[in-house]
């Protein structure tokens, strides 16, 4: 009975240590998502435009 409310304590902070790890896993994996993302508009950016032109519309009637 003396030390029956340190009893209570553990949980409390297990439950407090196990959010702020949820929290900094999270912002982790924000972190890494948006440095992916970057790195692919970089490529995207830098790459060689290989689409084709548009063809002559020219030759139909306007309506």
């Known amino acids: 009975m003396l030390y029956s409310k340190t009893d209570d304590l553990a ?16 912002h982790e994996v924000r972190e890494a998502w948006l440095l992916a993302k970057c790195l692919r508009n970089f490529l995207e950016e830098t790459s060689s ?7 002559d519309l020219g030759d139909f009637a306007e309506v």
């Open 11 to 26: 949980p409390i902070l297990l439950s407090l240590a196990h959010r702020l790890l949820k929290v900094r896993i999270e």
């Open 49 to 55: 435009n290989d689409a084709t032109a548009t063809p």
